[in-house]
């Protein structure tokens, strides 16, 4: 399959948000938090899912990246900065379920972490739920180390 990786567009974000939603479910603490107590401010999981797309890709545009396969976006990767610390976190990654385990998730790792090498930091940072297996296993595949586990707390107020 020939896929191309690029820069992030702004016009891309729907199409980023869409295949976030189609992704993420069952493993977003959003949607485990909106289980527990309902629609939270009006809003419901996806909303929020959504708008953190928003805010990642406002806040490092240059650090998103995306797969395209036939000139459409099957996949993307977000990616944070700390320059002072060294560190590059991958924030969000997402592909669409028809190529799940072809290796573009994969790719898209690698592009984020060739880049973060460009930029000169030390290590590579991703977080995952526990449970999202596929997520842990593609991470553990490519190198990352599990070198701790967060554990999530909540309140309702």
């Not at 399959?1 to 869409?18: E, V």
């Not at 990642?56 to 797969?67: D, I, K, L, W």
């Not at 990767?77 to 060294?86: C, N, P, S, V």
Request: glycine letters at 10%.
């Amino acid at each position: 399959m020939d896929i191309n990786i690029r820069s992030f567009q702004p016009a891309d974000l729907p199409i980023l948000q869409q295949i976030t939603l189609d992704s993420f479910v069952g493993v977003s603490l959003d949607q485990n938090l909106e289980a527990l107590w309902g629609e939270q401010n009006g809003h419901d999981w996806r909303w929020r899912k959504a708008r953190h797309i928003l805010i990642e890709t406002e806040r490092n545009p240059a650090g998103t990246f995306v797969a395209e396969a036939a000139g459409r976006i099957v996949a993307y990767i977000t990616t944070q900065l700390d320059r002072e610390a060294g560190s590059g976190r991958i924030a969000n990654l997402a592909v669409v379920a028809g190529l799940r385990g072809r290796g573009v998730g994969r790719r898209l790792i690698h592009h984020a972490l060739d880049w973060f090498r460009t930029e000169k930091l030390s290590y590579a940072l991703i977080e995952s739920m526990s449970h999202n297996e596929a997520g842990r296993g593609l991470y553990e595949d490519v190198g990352f180390q599990e070198i701790g586990q967060l554990v999530h707390y909540a309140m309702k107020l």
